[in-house]
Structure formats: structure tokens, C-alpha cells
């Protein structure tokens, strides 16, 4: 067997020993494991210190739509921190086509979305062409929306409680609306019904105005409205409020009980809006998206501006943001099961 590579002298020996090709061939690939860390891990590093070096795509929904404005916001928030163009690009439709868009994307920061809550909870109701758990990195919460429980006046009830005890004594005699089925309104009607142990029927619309409009009319009982169309007629009188549906008292409605403190505990139905990149896309770019947007929505005024438009600026870490959209889909997905919706 020929002779391969030669070893420094033995100690004492003032020989040199041949190394077996075997030896040789262990030597060369361990050297060559380390040598290809090395250069991951250097890669890594160039990667997050030169990320951005041109312009960055945030995919949303159609001009106008709340995610539309959410992501205008945070591209004209961000730019400057990156150093780079920020650009928006809408796409017609608010379901999946944004969505599909990203999930294919090159993982590089690039490519990013901004989506509501339709992202976890539409794979909960249809089959989709994407796992919203295995195809995106959380990159950061942005905006909160909570609704309002509110009811028509004629109703004889103040509370959430008396809500609750008269839908009990009469079972199914009381009516709620909502948008299309699946939709927000819908499901925050449907984790109620399921949390307070109550029967009450939903009654569809074909969106979220004309279904605040049936309460106004008197056509049902109560609906869960956005904040935006509901205070007016809450301050007028013409709506009663009994609970607003985030966690935590919201400053959109200050004064009004949260539903779980009013009477539901456990009871939390937001609509969520965030950051997503592509799965795959590096922990330091992810890192620095999510550092510029979360200074961005800190800031008093871009707290503000969210506010007046009647949504909570959030900012959260990807881990934070992860753990929420698990949480949902879990919360969601056995009241979803439960109710026997599905959409084909």
C-alpha cells in the first residue's frame, strides 16, 4: 500500500513514521468538518452584519385593508434604522394569496409578510396549500384589535353575567350576528357561547357593518362589533356595551370591563397582526427586523397613530409571538371542532 503522508519525527526515534491512509483520510475529513463550521458560522455572522444591503418587499393584503396600513406604517417606520428602501406591495386578495406568496419566498429577508390573524385561523376551518407553524418565522406581533360585546337596548340585561343568566333561562331564544362564517365576529361569538357555557344562534351577514347594523335595527340581540363602528352608537345610547374582548382593559374603551373579568374568565378573542418571514430565514436577520419594528411600535406615536384608528400597538419578541399564534390555534381549534364548522 503506497504511502500517503508522513508524521513529524517520534520522540526519540529521529525517524519519520508513514501515516496510514486511513489516518490520513480521518485527519483530512475532521479538518474539513471544522474548516465548513468555520465558514456556516462566519457566513452566519456576515449575513446579519450586512442584512440589508438593498430593499425590502413587505407582501400584505389589498390597499386600504388594516393590514395594508399596518404594513405602510411599519416600512416607513423601519427604512430608516435599515438603512434601505422599504417597499409594500399589495396583493388583491386578504386570504391566502399574500400568504402563498411568502411561504415560497427565498428565506433571505427580503421577502416579508404582514397578516392578520387569518393566517393560523383559516387552516383551522379549509385545507391550505401552507402550515402557518412550519412555512414562517414570527418575526413580531404589530397591532391588537379587540371587539366590543355589545347589545341592543331593549335587552333587560347591564353585565356580561345578566347576559349570560338570561341566554341560560331561555336557551337558544337568543340571536347574535356576524360577518361571513369563519370570520372574527363569528368565532369570538362562538369561544363566548363555549367559555360561558350558553346557547345562543348566530345569525350570518355579509360583513361586519351589516351585522352591527342588525343590532341597531333590532333584528338580534347582540353582536361582538369592532371598536370603530360600535363607540358612536355605544355613546349615543342606541348600543349598549357590556365588554370589550381583550385580556387587559383597552385604552380604545376606557372604563369597559374586559369580558373574562366581567364574568367569562379565560375569555381573550383579539384580531392579531404581524411580521412573518419565510421559514429558513436567518436567526440575525429575523433578529434585526424585529428590533426595528419593535422600537417603532414603542414609540408614543405610533402608539397614538394606531389608536386613532382604532387599534393597539403591540411589539413583541419572535419566541412571544410564536407561543401566541400556538396558543390561538389551540384556544381556537377546539371551539372551532366543537361548533362542527367547516368551510369547503
Request: with cysteine; hydrophobic share 45%; proline share 7%.
Amino acid at each position: 500500500m503506497p504511502a500517503t503522508g508522513y508524521q513529524s519525527n517520534a520522540e526519540g526515534s529521529g525517524k519519520k513514521r508513514l501515516l496510514s491512509p486511513a489516518c490520513v483520510l480521518m485527519t483530512g475529513t475532521v479538518v474539513g468538518i471544522f474548516l465548513t463550521g468555520t465558514m456556516m458560522f462566519g457566513a452566519n455572522i456576515v449575513h446579519g452584519q450586512t442584512y440589508p444591503d438593498r430593499a425590502i418587499r413587505i407582501i400584505t393584503g389589498p390597499p386600504g385593508s388594516d393590514n395594508d396600513i399596518a404594513a405602510r406604517t411599519i416600512a416607513q417606520g423601519i427604512s430608516g434604522p435599515l438603512d434601505q428602501p422599504v417597499i409594500v406591495d399589495n396583493r388583491a386578495s386578504t386570504g391566502v394569496v399574500p400568504i402563498e406568496a411568502v411561504a415560497k419566498a427565498r428565506p433571505d429577508g427580503y421577502t416579508v409578510l404582514v397578516i392578520g390573524s387569518s393566517l393560523w385561523t383559516i387552516p383551522l376551518i379549509q385545507k391550505t396549500s401552507y402550515d402557518p407553524v412550519k412555512d414562517f418565522l414570527p418575526v413580531s406581533l404589530l397591532t391588537s384589535t379587540p371587539s366590543v360585546l355589545v347589545v341592543h337596548p331593549s335587552l333587560p340585561v347591564k353585565s356580561v353575567k345578566e347576559l349570560i343568566a338570561l341566554a341560560k333561562a331561555k336557551a337558544g331564544a337568543l340571536n347574535y350576528s356576524s360577518g361571513v362564517a369563519g370570520g372574527f365576529s363569528h368565532l369570538a361569538a362562538e369561544l363566548f357561547k363555549s367559555l360561558a357555557g350558553v346557547n345562543i344562534v348566530q345569525i350570518a351577514y355579509k360583513g361586519s357593518a351589516q351585522s352591527v347594523i342588525a343590532v341597531l335595527g333590532g333584528e338580534v340581540e347582540l353582536t361582538f362589533g369592532s371598536v370603530v363602528p360600535v363607540a358612536p352608537n355605544v355613546k349615543s345610547g342606541k348600543l349598549r356595551a357590556l365588554g370589550i374582548t381583550s385580556a387587559e382593559p383597552s385604552a380604545l374603551l376606557p372604563g369597559l370591563p374586559t369580558i373574562a373579568a366581567a364574568g367569562v374568565p379565560g375569555y381573550e378573542a383579539v384580531v392579531s397582526n404581524g411580521l412573518l418571514a419565510p421559514a429558513g430565514t436567518p436567526a440575525a436577520i429575523v433578529n434585526r427586523l424585529n428590533q426595528a419594528t419593535v422600537r417603532l411600535l414603542k414609540s408614543t406615536e405610533t402608539k397614538e397613530m394606531f389608536l386613532r384608528s382604532g387599534v393597539e400597538a403591540v411589539g413583541s419578541s419572535p419566541e412571544q409571538f410564536a407561543l401566541a399564534i400556538k396558543a390561538e390555534m389551540a384556544r381556537l381549534g377546539k371551539v372551532i371542532k366543537g361548533s362542527g364548522l367547516k368551510i369547503e
